[in-house]
């Protein structure tokens, strides 16, 4: 299994509603990533985790709450986000952070509405 | 600051004509160099990497990059290209040291590739 699995594709929330995003590798990849991606633009990080731990958070607003329960999984969970946080989210894993320059190997992303 | 530019919004060309999508950066030493492509509405695809070795990278779908240490450049590059390819092509590069910012890649803003029939 050579993929990162995304769900769900398209999310359309209110902004006082609660979702979570989720994110699903098998490629025993230590290292995994939330990004976001405005049209036409490059990604943005917003937070790593290596090993399980939370490594960076690029200050992110705390209304996105980054869980990794196990080695494949990562959740972003969602709550009173605003119409600006509309974006194409990414998830992304690599086998580690550090060291060689390994490659990531991105999702498909949530396209995510905030209405 | 450590920088990466792609010159170019927009590169056309005609199908079966060679393509070149610009890259250069400005980080410290010795940077990992990468290429990725987005077509639309999907994610990131991984096109190739530069680590280190022979100067001529080779990746997916009949791309290549040049490293070129006295131009820090790194641009794509493909013989004969397709209307399939056309699609947002990202340079990205990450500092070979795992210090604080050092561990995030740094993206070009990208240019779009336009293959004409």
């Known amino acids: 299994d050579t993929e990162v699995t995304q769900t769900p594709k398209h999310l359309v929330m209110g902004m006082t509603n609660k979702k979570s995003l989720k994110c699903e590798q098998h490629m025993g990849h230590r290292a995994m990533y939330w990004y976001k991606q405005k049209a036409k633009k490059p990604p943005e990080l917003m937070f790593v985790?290596?090993?399980?731990?939370?490594?960076i958070n690029e200050s992110v607003p705390s209304r996105f709450s980054p869980e990794c329960p196990n080695s494949s999984l990562l959740n972003l969970h969602l709550h009173a986000l605003q119409p600006e946080d509309s974006a194409l989210y990414l998830c992304?894993?690599?086998?580690?952070?550090?060291?060689?320059?390994?490659?990531?190997?991105f999702g498909s992303g949530t396209r995510l509405t905030v209405v | 600051a450590q920088s990466v530019a792609q010159p170019e919004d927009q590169v056309n060309v005609a199908e079966g004509n060679p393509l070149t999508v610009k890259c250069t950066y400005s980080?410290?030493?010795?940077?990992?160099l990468f290429w990725y492509v987005q077509y639309p509405n999907r994610g990131l695809q991984f096109l190739l990497k530069?680590?280190?070795?022979d100067n001529l990278v080779k990746g997916s779908y009949g791309f290549e990059a040049e490293f070129n240490k006295s131009q820090t450049s790194f641009h794509l590059k493909k013989p004969s290209a397709l209307v399939s390819d056309s699609a947002l092509y990202f340079c990205a590069v990450r500092d070979r040291g795992d210090a604080g910012n050092n561990r995030k890649l740094i993206w070009g803003l990208g240019t779009s590739l336009a293959v004409n029939p």
């Open positions: 980080v410290s030493g010795n940077p990992y």
């Open positions: 530069y680590i280190t070795g």
């Open positions: 985790y290596s090993y399980e731990k939370l490594s």
């Open positions: 992304a894993s690599s086998q580690e952070e550090v060291g060689a320059g390994y490659g990531y190997t």
